[in-house]
T-cell receptor, first 115, second 110 residues
Framework: EAQVTQNPRYLITVTGKKLTVTCSQN?????MSWYRQDPGLGLRQIYY???????DKGDVPEGYKVSRKEKRNFPLILESPSPNQTSLYFC??????????????FGDGTRLSIL | SQQGEEDPQALSIQEGENATMNCSYK?????LQWYRQNSGRGLVHLIL?????REKHSGRLRVTLDTSKKSSSLLITASRAADTASYFC??????????FGKGTRLSVIA
């Protein structure tokens, strides 16, 4: 089954404790992206990647890191999480770039709470 | 860099009625996409309309695009309780990431 898989689905942690949210897709998509969704703000893009070893900042990259060492995986890293990073996070992927008239496929989300 | 803005923010209708949601955007686009999000779940792609298209259908969904007004509408006909969700438009301006609006929350009452 074609899918984007995020782990964990839920995480409660404390300020400053490094964490990684994994994202994996099995559709051989070149493009992958991370979003955060907050009430009243909609979806905001954190980082995106057009292909292996190619990553770019989105609208709200501060406090986050990503890597794209393999085509299928695009982990989101919070080196020193803070409470303002409490949010619902989504990973998405698509063929080629977002400008290629291709829809994005989303994971089910990771609800992250930082105390 | 918020591009699409949906209207209304929330909509409540009876089962069987039609639901119309609108999206306005600011710059030229390659395509506009509509997504649905059930509560707490990921977004699901519904329909994509290219900038040279004016109308597109998919089942009970009808999307229109007016590039002169920089607006799009999503019509759901004969709505069902299962259509209750948030609906987002997303614009693709070419060589830039997809930009999502804040969404319309649709409630269909049985």
């Amino acid at each position: 089954e074609a899918q984007v898989t995020q782990n964990p689905r839920y995480l409660i942690t404390v300020t400053g404790k490094k964490l990684t949210v994994t994202c994996s897709q099995n559709m051989n998509h070149e493009y992958m992206s991370w979003y955060r969704q907050d009430p009243g703000l909609g979806l905001r893009q954190i980082y995106y990647s057009m292909n292996v070893e190619v990553t770019d900042k989105g609208d709200v990259p501060e406090g986050y890191k990503v890597s794209r060492k393999e085509k299928r995986n695009f982990p989101l890293i919070l080196e020193s999480p803070s409470p303002n990073q409490t949010s619902l996070y989504f990973c998405a992927s698509s063929f080629l770039g977002a400008s290629s008239n291709q829809p994005q496929h989303f994971g089910d989300g990771t609800r992250l709470s930082i105390l | 860099s918020q591009q699409g803005e949906e209207d209304p923010q929330a909509l409540s209708i009876q089962e069987g009625e039609n639901a119309t949601m609108n999206c306005s955007y600011k710059t030229s686009i390659n395509n506009l996409q509509w997504y649905r999000q059930n509560s707490g779940r990921g977004l699901v792609h519904l329909i994509l309309i290219r900038s040279n298209e004016r109308e597109k259908h998919s089942g009970r969904l009808r999307v229109t695009l007016d590039t002169s007004k920089k607006s799009s509408s999503l019509l759901i006909t004969a709505s069902r309780a299962a259509d209750t969700a948030s609906y987002f438009c997303a614009t693709d301006a070419g060589n830039t990431p997809l930009v999502f609006g804040k969404g319309t929350r649709l409630s269909v009452i049985a």
